[in-house]
């Protein structure tokens, strides 16, 4: 079974207009940490925000955020303002398991394009 | 500067011939990652170490093979057995130690290719 969902292969978005990110994912662990990376065309990955299963209040980071619910098992990365650089391939990813075997896997991306 | 490096950036192979992705880290980081990612596709852990002389298999672990000997290495051997095994390799590295809070941290890749 897939842990981590990421339900919209492309995405298109004016220059300036916020964009929500969807990411759905699936563990049994109570304790598990939710990553948002973006990978431009030339394959690097770039960390972008953290949510810990236990952190109460939404992460942020300058122009992004992690809109996390927790009962749905969701956790939506939102992009305000977005930017033409902005265009990317956008990956949820999550850590879970023991503390001798923990697991990261992603999800199947997102392919963001900002149009002017 | 501390980081991971992939080496070689391109590397072609023929068929039916093993061979060695190198990666190299001094973030002086316990755990260590490899994925595969497919054109257009996500990223699926192939192993993962979590301290050295220790690693397992991840979602697709058949035709591939690790070693963890040293704490800054990990380096993946394509194996024959690998049936398809052109694709996009990228290697990570995380503090490790448990904690759920740390990012993993990305080479550049090494883009293999079978002729």
């Known amino acids: 079974a897939q842990k981590i969902t990421q339900t919209q292969p492309g995405m298109f978005v004016q220059e300036k207009e916020a964009v929500t990110l969807d990411c759905t994912y699936d563990t049994s662990d109570q304790s598990y940490g939710l990553f948002w990376y973006k990978q431009p065309s030339s394959g690097e990955m770039i960390f972008l925000i953290y949510?810990?299963?236990?952190?109460?209040q939404n992460a942020t980071e300058g122009r992004y955020s992690l809109n996390f619910q927790k009962a749905r098992k969701s956790a939506n990365l939102v992009i305000s303002a977005s930017q033409l650089g902005d265009s990317a391939m956008y990956f949820c990813a999550m850590r879970e398991g023991f503390q001798g075997a923990q697991k990261l896997v992603f999800g199947q991306g997102t392919r963001l394009t900002i149009n002017p | 500067d501390g980081g991971i490096t992939q080496s070689p950036k391109y590397l072609f192979r023929k068929e039916g011939q093993n061979v060695t992705l190198s990666c190299e880290q001094n973030?002086?980081?316990?755990?260590m990652y490899w994925y595969r990612q497919d054109p257009g596709q996500g990223l699926r852990l192939i192993y993962y170490s979590q301290i050295v002389n220790d690693f397992q298999k991840g979602d697709i672990a058949e035709g591939y093979s690790v070693s963890r000997e040293k704490k800054e290495s990990f380096p993946l051997t394509v194996t024959s057995a690998q049936k398809n095994p052109t694709a996009f390799y990228l290697c990570?590295?995380?503090?490790?130690?448990?904690?759920?809070?740390?990012?993993?941290?990305f080479g550049q890749g090494t883009r293999l290719t079978v002729v």
């Open positions: 990570a590295s995380s503090i490790g130690g448990g904690l759920m809070n740390t990012e993993a941290f």
């Open positions: 949510q810990g299963s236990y952190d109460e």
């Open positions: 973030l002086n980081h316990d755990a």
